[in-house]
């Protein structure tokens, strides 16, 4: 597997999503690459925040927020 290829399934490999032949390539990859393993660490990191950034249902959003990434951003916070 290649840093390419390991950053283009990242949300399959957190997801639990990729087949067991998948992930253990992805897995060794990260044993010898300490820039994906940075990587793959930093975007858990994004995740998380992102997801706190809406922690409060009520909070106003900026004016200039297009509907369409709100709406995006909600359902994809339902399906999670």
Known sequence: MTCRELADFMM??????????????FDHHLSVCANCRTYL???EETVKLGKRAFD????ALPADIPEGLVK????ARRSA
């Not at 399959?12 to 390539?25: F, H, I, K, M, V």
């Not at 995006?72 to 359902?75: D, E, S, V």
């Open 12 to 25: 399959d490999y957190l997801s639990g999503e990729l087949s067991s032949e998948s992930r253990a390539r």
């Open 41 to 43: 660490t930093s975007y």
């Open 56 to 59: 409060d249902d009520d909070a």
């Open 72 to 75: 995006a951003i909600l359902a």
